[in-house]
């Protein structure tokens, strides 16, 4: 984050940023595990196209 005018704004870093597809990660189940080190995490599509994270 850059700090201007006191404000936070985001720098444009999109070049180096991964970006995935919610919809190829959770392919015909409408959900994924995503693991974490040790810890398992699972993406949720819901019925109103939102995404939900959850432990």
């Given amino acids: 984050m850059n700090f201007q005018n006191g404000k936070k704004t985001m720098i444009n870093e999109e ?4 970006t ?3 919809r190829e990660l ?3 189940k409408q959900l994924a ?3 974490l080190d040790q ?3 699972f993406l949720k599509i819901t019925k109103q196209n939102k ?4 432990k």
């Fill in 15 to 18: 070049h180096s940023v991964n």
């Fill in 20 to 22: 995935h597809d919610a």
């Fill in 26 to 28: 959770v392919g015909t």
């Fill in 33 to 35: 595990k995503i693991m």
């Fill in 39 to 41: 810890e398992t995490y």
């Fill in 51 to 54: 995404l939900i994270l959850t």
